[in-house]
């Protein structure tokens, strides 16, 4: 296939915020963007987001691209004049083209035997995993606010049944939330439900909700976290303000240990500050649940080697924008699956009506997608697994 009509432009995402989208042959990609970013994280933009636009308006892209692995020669190509968001919407736009010339699915012409599947059943979708209590650098709210960044559900359905569950989930949370604090809860730049809590407060109301849905529904949910714990580490002790309370590295370890007993957690995310491999190996002994990298290995092949190394994590957010590179995604979610590393494809804080992530998820055969049933850049993504799993 040659490239042709290759055009990049400024587009708004969910935070009102600048991003960038990229055509190529009519098939078309807007990248994310996150807030809480690891600081091993790729550059958005190389020298900024119009500098990106103009650098991809103008180079000369006549050339053949016929499979996926030929992306190797775009990178070369282009990897010193972009940055990674750029890359990324560069490259999905690519497959998207290659796809649509061959009348196929995104996530069928990644993984052809998927189409092979179609209408018999039983292909695995990554098990959805909804923000519902919002904190951190997400979260604007008076007075006092979790520290911890997200208050996670997920329940063991495909799409349609999780979407509904997660959604119910959602709104018990929030009548909750008003009946505890006497106040409408908001809603943070994900969608998730912002109020004066503190952390404790915060799972208290997650363990409610979750013996309500099961009481009406008969499913279970299971509750996770993000801490995003670099946030309030001060380099020396984690500080929760919300509580007065000033953690050494060994007190956080020890209080992760205890919440994950006390609320019997599924998934874990970021305990720690992101250059504590250590300390992450040493929760991976202790608790009995998915301790999740992402700042710690920010979808970057050599930290996820150093983590698997050290037996840091046996899980790991996939965010394809904090690498730009497809291959380089999937290089990263192969190693994963060697090492029974559970994979998370995930959206950022900043979306688009984008829903690239969702035919990733499926084809790369992710365990868990990270992504919030409220609001339309989110739900863009779950309708499209829902899209999905009708064929099957």
């Known amino acids: 296939m040659k490239l042709k009509e290759v055009r990049a432009e400024i587009v708004r995402d969910s935070r009102g915020e600048k991003t960038i989208l990229v055509r190529v042959n009519g098939q078309v990609t807007s990248a994310p963007s996150g807030k809480s970013t690891g600081k091993y994280e790729k ?3 190389r020298h900024g987001i119009e500098h990106d636009v103009s650098s991809i308006n103008n180079m000369d892209f006549n050339r053949e691209i ?4 030929d992306l190797i020669f775009l990178e070369k190509y282009v990897k010193k004049n972009i940055g990674a968001n750029t890359l990324f919407a560069l490259e999905a736009s690519v497959l ?33 995993i909804s923000n519902t209590i919002g904190g951190g650098a997400h979260t604007n709210v008076e007075g006092k606010k979790p520290e911890f960044q997200e208050f996670l559900i997920t329940c063991n359905k495909n799409p349609y ?9 959602y709104y018990e949370t929030s009548k909750i939330i ?9 809603k943070n730049d994900e969608n998730a439900l912002a109020a004066s809590l503190g952390v404790e407060q915060a799972f208290e109301i ?19 976290v993000d801490v995003a714990a670099s946030q309030f580490f001060d380099g020396k002790n984690y500080i929760y303000k919300s509580s007065g309370r000033k953690l050494s590295r060994q ?43 992402d700042d710690l290995t920010v979808t970057n092949l050599e930290r996820v080697k150093e983590a698997i190394k050290k037996k840091a994590i046996n899980a790991m957010i996939i965010k394809p924008n904090q690498i730009g590179s497809l291959l380089e995604v999937r290089e990263v979610i192969e190693l994963c699956k060697k090492n029974k590393i559970a994979t998370i494809i995930s959206h950022r804080s900043g979306e688009t009506l984008d829903n690239s992530i969702a035919d990733l998820g499926v084809a790369f055969e992710c365990d868990f997608i990270k992504i919030p049933v409220i609001g339309k850049e989110r739900l863009a993504k779950v309708n499209r697994l829902e899209e999905i799993e009708k064929k099957f």
Do not use: M
């Open 43 to 45: 550059k958005c933009y």
């Open 96 to 128: 998207k083209a290659l796809a649509a010339e061959k009348n196929l699915e995104l996530y069928e012409y990644l993984n052809p035997k998927l189409k092979k599947e179609k209408g018999k059943g039983g292909i695995k979708f990554p098990r959805i």
């Open 161 to 169: 049944q999780a979407k509904e569950i997660n959604n119910k989930a």
């Open 178 to 186: 008003e009946t505890l604090t006497g106040k409408q809860a908001l």
């Open 251 to 293: 007190e956080q370890i020890d209080y992760i240990v205890e919440l994950s007993e006390k609320y019997n957690l599924f998934y874990i995310e970021d305990p720690l500050e992101e250059e504590d491999f250590l300390g992450f190996s040493e929760l991976v002994r202790k608790c009995n649940c998915l301790i999740v990298g």
């Open 206 to 224: 997650i363990k409610d909700v979750q013996e309500n849905i099961f009481d009406e529904t008969k499913t279970h949910l299971d509750v996770g």
């Open 66 to 69: 016929n499979k996926f692995e």
